[in-house]
């Protein structure tokens, strides 16, 4: 049966090739960030979803002022496993019905183009050459989005139907932040979810198709301002150099690498936690000035086993320690904080996904940490245990960004195999 769905999949390039132009075509730009929002792509997806076969099609609109018509779109397609209607028959209700649920979960928002001097084709209008398709949001995510896609039409034309639920949730405001995406609907709509489901989120990857992604680690990003007292360079005595304190306590906290100094292979090369200092302000504009503030940023990166709040905690000790040698106030701004609890590398849907990447692409996958944060981290933190893979070259958010025809095909056939197996 794998073998008839994955010779389907492969006459699907002109298919990848329409629904890329299509969706490249309409600019899902945050309104935040000065775009119209998803609303002409949710209007085109949820029309490709209507004419399909698929046994749910739902529209869930959460509320955004700023969003075309006072909301932000999320589409969800469910398609029923075997038996579902015989089921359905028997009792007459849909609820009565258990089966569990494979999800794939892609985002239909993008980032905007930036500099169009750097593009060589117009960031939204498809341009295919060979295997690539060129465009803004073409890998990102809508790469993974027509993957997911592709895998529930090639059953629909072979009339298969999988062991488990196959469905697709499409999210608004991914690259912002998914207040008016996956955090609302599992807040509001958390119904739509079964204890036994699992997601698949082809988000994040590499050019190998080898990271199977089941962890991330947790984030902050702060913000600190040391106020000192500034006078002239010739007469330093007379202030308190707050670029000097800064750059003092800049060591320090790079020293929490001591403190919080265990490894992970799972998170490989970066093994451990980090503590990087960033971004900083420009104090005075001439040299004979001592500054009188220092601004400066640190990007923190944990291992899971560690909590924020004791890296919090062991920052403000660090914090409390330079303000009393140096008998200066420092301020503290948390700019983001974010943590996710890891998918147990032995569930299903890990074993699944690395089972059929090796199927498909020949490779050896293995499951893996990142670094960076994903949306993967809102449904692990609500208890579904999710991956995150897609074979990609990696050109998110860059100019000339491209998707791969290639990749594409092949990854639905890896959804593919892992639905007939997920049971």
């Not at 298919?15 to 209007?43: F, N, R, W």
């Not at 609820?95 to 979960?105: C, G």
């Not at 569930?347 to 692409?361: G, N, P, Q, R, W």
């Not at 449904?379 to 579904?384: I, K, S």
Request: one cysteine or more; glycine letters at 8%.
């Amino acid at each position: 049966m794998e073998k008839a769905l994955f010779k389907k999949i492969d006459t699907y390039k002109q298919t990848v090739i329409d629904l890329q132009t299509h969706m490249i075509a309409c600019p899902a730009v945050s309104p935040y960030e000065g775009g119209e929002g998803e609303h002409a792509k949710a209007e085109y997806l949820l029309s490709v979803l209507k004419a399909m076969k698929f046994d749910e099609v739902q529209l869930i609109k959460v509320k955004d002022p700023k969003g075309k018509g006072g909301y932000r779109p999320n589409l969800v397609a469910k398609y029923y496993g075997q038996n579902k209607k015989k089921e359905k028959a028997l009792f007459k209700k849909i609820d009565t019905y258990k089966k569990k649920t494979l999800w794939v979960m892609a985002h239909m928002d993008v980032v905007p183009p930036g500099d169009l001097s750097l593009w060589k084709t117009d960031p939204f209008k498809a341009v295919v050459k060979g295997d690539k398709i060129y465009g803004r949001g073409s890998e990102d995510n809508q790469q993974g989005l027509v993957s997911g896609l592709l895998t529930v039409k090639a059953m629909m034309d072979l009339g298969i139907r999988p062991p488990c639920n196959y469905a697709l949730l499409l999210n608004a405001d991914e690259e912002i932040g998914s207040q008016y995406g996956i955090v609302e609907v599992l807040k509001k709509h958390g119904k739509l979810f079964g204890k036994e489901d699992a997601f698949l989120v082809p988000d994040g990857g590499n050019p190998q198709g080898t990271m199977v992604e089941v962890a991330e680690k947790n984030m902050l990003w702060i913000k600190f301002t040391v106020k000192g007292k500034q006078t002239h360079g010739s007469t330093p005595h007379s202030g308190i150099n707050a670029q000097r304190v800064g750059a003092h306590l800049l060591l320090k906290l790079c020293d929490l690498t001591k403190v919080f100094n265990k490894k992970d292979p799972l998170f490989a090369p970066e093994s451990g936690s980090t503590f990087e200092p960033t971004k900083k302000d420009a104090n005075v504009p001439n040299v004979n000035t001592i500054p009188g503030t220092d601004v400066f940023y640190f990007d923190c990166r944990i291992l899971p086993c560690y909590k924020n709040e004791d890296v919090l905690k062991e920052i403000q000790k660090i914090v409390k320690s330079v303000e009393k040698q140096f008998k200066v106030k420092v301020a503290v701004e948390l700019l983001q904080r974010h943590a996710s609890l890891p998918t147990d590398k032995k569930a299903e849907i890990v074993k699944l996904t690395t089972a059929a990447a090796k199927a498909v692409y020949k490779n050896n996958p293995r499951p893996m940490g990142v670094g960076g944060g994903t949306v993967g981290a809102y449904l692990r933190n609500a208890g579904y245990p999710t991956v995150v893979f897609s074979k990609l070259d990696d050109l998110a958010h860059q100019p000339n960004e491209y998707s791969s025809i290639k990749n594409t095909l092949g990854d639905a056939k890896v959804f593919a195999h892992i639905a007939m197996h997920f049971k």
